[in-house]
């Protein structure tokens, strides 16, 4: 096994997440490896065992494989031999097929091989498999002496030549313990300053503690008997180990622990991977082993010459990562947290060492260590001294828990090391005060007693429940005492797994009991009180609580000194309620009282402070006291990883309150990890349905919601919406914070009814569990404000903010700053609804109170500054809008790095009053200064980036730039549609607008492909408003115009009558039918300007409109008929010009007199749409016949059709006009 060996800096605490990730795979590691052979005879040997050792990073199985080509599986020698490697590792294969083999080995990444060859075929396979990083080790079976063994120097895998199996398997066996003595869990204490010197991981205090315990407490054979069965449980599949098993339950008394020790390598596998992993269940399951292997240890402690110091050798591999802490790390201690084998051979731990060379990213170390046989804070053996035990000769084993200082550090060769240690005595005073405190802390009748308080400490609460129980039922009826400390015990561990219920009861029972006992202990019962008040707390019963917290405060007062750490405990806890109340100055006023009295009464890294600190940054934060909290996390920050266990639930907690500092700094992605953190510790330690779950998926879920990551905010906070309906009661307060969680992402996500139906639930658990003027409801009351004025129903929002300020003026000081805020959010809305001076009043108000209670080089100060600033824009002053603006950047530009969001903000707005000044060069060089600030600070796809990239896509558009404004566009369209539901708003104004820009670079059929997708959006939308759907359809139908247009200029059918008859086909399109013409033949033609008469007249006259909205169904020789008169002339005007034509009979001339009664009929406008239909029916026939002759009948015939419809509704207009005047 390779160790892990972690350099702790400042008392960091030794991260265990990779080796705790591996312990799945542990409980599948009898799963064999499947081949597939083609040929029969060549199946593998299956041996359905296997062993696992431990990486830098992972576990991988040993497998030894057998290759040989003149392999007899029948023979008896192959037989026994296998049988014989069984018991060194129990995954064995035989292959007869080299490529079968080469190929299995290099297929199979998580194993490490170890490979038999015989020496005939050695050469041959060296050059194919030698590289292959999953083989460990080559070893040659040759029955008789190579003569020439050079080239085997060549390969650095071959162990050695071997004539037997025997001495292959002493090799093997020799190999398997190195890789299991790697794995010894090591700790290393940084020298970094004086203060920290000799201070050791808060892990190691623990796990001292623990084996204390195990060592003290008394095991019955039930001990041996569950170990079994864990052990079977584990190796269930395994057929070899479960031999060894059954052979260790019937022999274990007929053998020494030292014996087992060293012959059965699942017992080492297990403690040290146990060990490793923190696994304190199977820790505990071989107490009865580790406490015998440890008494005969000390028992047989001997040295050969008390007067003389002794050098003995360790030889391991490590990870480089972990080497470069270890260079760095002289001075300090260093201390194994498990049996530590070394040996009085160098040239042994060299063996093991060089093993190292054949992988780069490990590095080989020999730890040479200097023995005092004077110090015997540990006792160690030599195995030479055990009788049944004559094969380890050289080996000395030292018992857990072994320190010793680093010395010195030299370079051997590239990849081999030399640590030289010193057996010590010393640890460190501050180490040692801690852990004789948390000795007293978890005080018990015995060792089992103990064993559960420490679990409890360590937040290994399954395990601690079980001990209670047992301890309860095995406790006298007539011991009151120890049974009310059994039940008040029970009951924490079932508040801490979040069965509140049940904590209830137990405490309850414990209360019982204590105030029937004839001299009550008042201690005792103040803490139950507490207790009870705690359990009430998570309950939301605040009230409650504060009673409890209460009569546990006048017990407190009357027997225990004013500066007792239990005062400190209870002044804690009246401020968290005083918090969750609302009452913010109480809270605090009860903090500082216990900060007082704890720092008298414990170090600065005591476990206890790091809760006060916790608390203090809540409501300091809360007070608008922003940098004590800063502060206060500094603190934690600092205390946290030092003291407390990794399953512990107030880790959990201090990296939660971390990731929220950073959180308000906007440093969201390191936020996230923090509460990642807590997330991990928490999954491990709690039920999945546990309420604390629940509270961290809606921390995630915040985090992803500001980073624009809406979707999967969402998910975690309706993950911790299902855990709080199955742990809490339905009107809980964390579920009231859960629903305003959810509304307000289905808010950004454009979901306003949704948003209202969470917020609305919010409100109306916290009217049911909250006092009438807590703080928390006036900012749901804003929250629902704020949706409200998404919709634009701003006198609904401006009714919820009233409330939101009522509430705060009751609850808070006159000049807190969060009335600066209320008053921000009201000036907003009725800025919105255009009362700008009244608007204006309450952003002036927000500044008075600013400037009364923050610096004014305060953000908060500058957002004022920018929301007045947003009035003068209102109010078309854009002098003064610049001049607030200014005032706003001035204090960011103090307050913050260059980069920082709310510079962004600034910039934005400041782009934006000159964009409305049609300054627009100005406009964007401010707007890309917003898009520098937020490329660096926001995730590639965060809304906000949707938001600017818009912004300077219109500039550019408005400049004529429509290349650039496209891409803009795009990036735009592409964050919105991952970020925002498909029928959302702003979904429909980006294809609105790219459609725009690219009608500008004439590429009509996009535009209206977007023009359709926006409108298509807008139809589906939420709540579609009808003046947008009108708006989009009426683009639509415009830009589908210029195609059309644009076929008539193709066609050189274009003059200044297209427009009139485009009008009556389009006759709300007078103004785009202008500028479509205008643009399309780049200024040339300039249609007639029709007056709003005449457009009336176009669309009511029926006569006219018939030209083009009527079909005629006359007989086909009258249209035929006119037609042929028509493509006789050019124009009507020239049979009255010139009279009658000879060849035009008197009939015809009739007909078109009567047309021209219709043409006087007509006013002149009018007139001039008749007459430019008949030429444009002449041109349609014209043109059809040119694209006949060209062979394009498809077009031919649309234009023959048009011409003939046009003839056909004139005919119609001259038979009434015949009709008229006859």
Request: charged residues 20%; glycine residues 4%; negative net charge.
């Amino acid at each position: 096994m390779l160790s892990s060996v972690s350099v702790i800096a400042n008392f960091k605490r030794t991260s265990v997440t990779d080796d705790q990730a591996n312990t799945a795979l542990i409980l599948s590691e009898s799963d064999d490896v499947n081949t597939t052979q083609s040929n029969v005879q060549q199946h593998p040997i299956e041996i359905d065992i296997s062993f696992t050792y431990w990486s830098a990073h992972r576990m991988k199985k040993f497998i030894i494989i057998w290759l040989d080509p003149n392999m007899n599986e029948l023979n008896n020698d192959y037989q026994n031999s296998i049988s014989q490697l069984r018991q060194i590792v129990g995954s064995t294969k035989v292959f007869t097929d080299v490529e079968q083999c080469i190929d299995f080995i290099i297929e199979i990444e998580d194993a490490k091989f170890f490979l038999i060859l015989p020496e005939a075929i050695t050469k041959t396979v060296m050059p194919l498999i030698h590289e292959a990083p999953q083989l460990d080790s080559i070893y040659v079976f040759c029955l008789n002496n190579i003569k020439d063994e050079q080239w085997i120097s060549e390969w650095k895998k071959i162990k050695g030549v071997f004539s037997d199996i025997l001495s292959i398997c002493d090799q093997l066996q020799r190999n398997i313990k190195h890789y299991e003595q790697n794995g010894i869990p090591t700790y290393i204490i940084s020298t970094s300053s004086i203060a920290d010197l000799n201070e050791l991981d808060q892990s190691f205090m623990y796990s001292q503690l623990l084996t204390e315990i195990l060592l003290e407490m008394n095991y019955e054979k039930a001990a041996k008997t569950e170990f079994i069965e864990l052990c079977r449980k584990q190796y269930q599949d395994n057929k070899v180990q479960l031999h060894k098993i059954d052979d260790f339950e019937r022999n274990y008394e007929h053998h020494s622990a030292l014996w087992w020790y060293i012959n059965q390598s699942f017992i080492v596998s297990m403690l040290t991977r146990a060990l490793r992993t923190q696994n304190i269940a199977t820790i505990i399951k071989m107490g009865f082993y580790i406490k015998d292997l440890h008494r005969q240890i000390k028992q047989k402690h001997s040295t050969p010459n008390k007067s003389k110091i002794m050098t003995i050798y360790r030889g391991q591999v490590m990870a480089n990562a972990e080497f470069e802490k270890l260079k760095n790390s002289i001075g300090s201690l260093i201390a194994f947290n498990s049996f530590l084998s070394t040996t009085t051979s160098s040239v042994e731990a060299i063996l093991y060492a060089e093993s190292a060379q054949v992988d780069p990213q490990l590095v080989g170390i020999i730890f040479q260590m200097e023995i005092d046989p004077s110090i015997l804070t540990i006792p160690f053996v030599s195995l030479s001294d055990v009788d049944d035990i004559p094969f380890c000769q050289n080996e000395i084993l030292f018992s857990m828990h072994t320190v010793f200082r680093i010395n010195a550090i030299e370079q051997i060769t590239n990849y081999l090391w030399s640590v030289d240690l010193a057996l010590t005595t010393n640890t460190d005073d501050q180490l040692q005060r801690m852990t004789q405190r948390l000795r007293k802390e978890i005080e018990g009748q015995n060792p089992l007693h103990r064993l559960g308080n420490l679990l409890i400490q360590m937040g290994e609460f399954d395990k601690a429940e079980e001990i209670f129980k047992t301890l309860l039922e095995t406790t006298s009826n007539v011991d009151l005492e120890q049974i009310v400390s059994f039940y008040n015990q029970l009951g924490c561990i079932c508040k801490e797994k979040g069965n509140f219920s049940s904590a209830l009861s137990y405490h309850q029972k414990a209360l019982e009991i204590q105030q029937k006992i004839a001299v009550p202990n008042h201690s005792v019962l103040a803490n139950i009180y507490n207790n009870i008040g705690e359990v009430h707390r998570l309950m939301g019963e605040y009230s409650t609580a504060l009673l409890c917290y209460q009569k546990t405060l006048i017990i407190g007062q009357e027997f225990v000194t004013f500066d007792s750490p239990m005062l400190a405990i209870i002044y804690n806890n009246i401020s968290q309620v005083y918090n969750l109340m609302g009452d913010y100055s109480a809270a605090l006023s009860y903090l500082q009282k216990t900060l007082e009295i704890q720092e008298k009464n414990f170090p600065l890294n005591d476990p206890n402070l790091i809760t006060k600190y916790n608390n203090a940054d809540q409501s300091d934060g809360s007070l608008g006291e922003n940098s004590v909290a800063s502060l206060n996390l500094q603190q934690v920050s600092e205390i946290q990883e030092k003291v407390i266990p990794f399953k512990n639930p107030d880790l959990a907690a201090t990296y939660e309150n971390i990731a929220r500092m950073h959180y308000a700094m906007g440093e969201y992605s390191t936020a996230l990890s923090h509460h990642q953190k807590a997330f991990e510790i928490r999954q491990k330690s709690l039920t999945s349905d546990h309420p604390l779950l629940a509270i961290t998926h809606n921390n995630i879920g915040q985090v992803h919601y500001a980073m624009g990551e809406c979707s999967t905010g969402l998910l975690h906070h309706q993950r911790a919406l299902e855990i709080q309906q199955k742990s809490l009661p339905l009107n809980h307060p964390d579920l009231a914070a859960t629903h305003n969680h959810i509304g307000r992402v289905y808010d950004s996500m454009g979901n306003y009814s949704t948003a209202l139906s969470h917020l609305k639930k919010t409100l109306e658990i916290q009217k049911e569990s909250l006092p009438p003027h807590h703080p928390d409801l006036a900012t749901t009351y804003e929250n629902i404000g704020r949706v409200h004025y998404a919709m634009r129903e701003y006198s609904v929002a401006l009714s919820h903010h009233q409330m939101a300020l009522e509430i705060r003026q009751k609850s808070l000081m006159s000049d807190h700053p969060v009335l600066a805020i209320t008053h921000n959010n009201i000036g907003q809305v009725h800025y919105a609804m255009g009362e700008y001076s009244t608007a204006l009043l309450h952003h002036q108000r927000a500044l008075e109170i600013q400037q009364k209670s923050l610096p004014s080089s305060h953000p908060d100060l500058a957002m004022t500054y920018n929301n007045i600033g947003e009035i003068y824009v209102g109010m078309i002053d854009y002098l003064n809008a610049i001049r607030y603006y200014k005032r706003t950047l001035k204090i960011q530009q103090v307050a913050f790095p260059s980069d920082h969001p709310l510079l962004a903000i600034t910039y934005n707005n400041i782009g934006r009053v000159h964009e409305l000044r049609e300054h627009y060069s100005d406009a964007l060089f401010n707007y890309e200064k917003v898009l520098r600030i937020q490329q660096k600070a926001l995730p590639s796809k965060h809304p906000s980036l949707a938001t600017i990239y818009n912004s300077i896509a219109e500039m550019h558009r408005m400049t004529g730039d429509y290349s650039s404004s496209l891409l803009y566009h795009e990036n735009t369209l592409e964050i919105q549609t991952k970020s925002l539901p498909p029928n959302h708003l702003s979904l429909a104004e980006r294809h609105h607008q790219i459609a725009v820009v690219l009608e500008g670079l004439h590429r009509y059929n996009e535009a209206a492909e977007h023009a359709s997708c926006a409108l298509n959006i807008i139809r589906h939308s939420f709540e579609p408003k009808q003046s947008q759907v009108e708006k989009y359809q009426k683009y639509l139908d415009e830009i589908l115009l210029i195609p059309e247009c644009s076929k008539l200029i193709k066609a050189n059918n274009i003059n200044e009558w297209t427009y009139p008859f485009l009008l009556v086909l389009h006759p709300s399109h007078q103004s785009r039918l202008h500028s479509i013409l205008f643009d399309l033949t780049d200024g040339h033609l300039m249609p007639p300007s029709l007056s709003h008469e005449c457009l009336t007249k176009l669309e009511s006259n029926k006569q006219v409109k018939s030209i083009v909205l009527e079909t005629l169904s006359d007989s086909v020789d009258e249209r035929d008929r006119v037609l042929k008169d028509f493509s006789s002339v050019d124009h009507i005007e020239s049979i009255y010009l010139l009279g009658k034509p000879p060849e035009m009979s008197e009939q015809r001339y009739s007909f078109f007199t009567s047309f021209r009664k219709v043409s006087i009929f007509c006013e002149n406008e009018e007139e001039l749409a008749v007459r430019w239909a008949l030429d444009t029916a002449n041109e349609f026939r014209r043109l059809g016949g040119q694209c006949a002759e060209a062979g394009n009948i498809d077009s031919a015939l649309e234009y023959f059709q048009r011409g003939k419809e046009l003839y056909k509704r004139l005919a119609k207009i001259i038979d009434q006009a015949r009709s008229q005047t006859s």
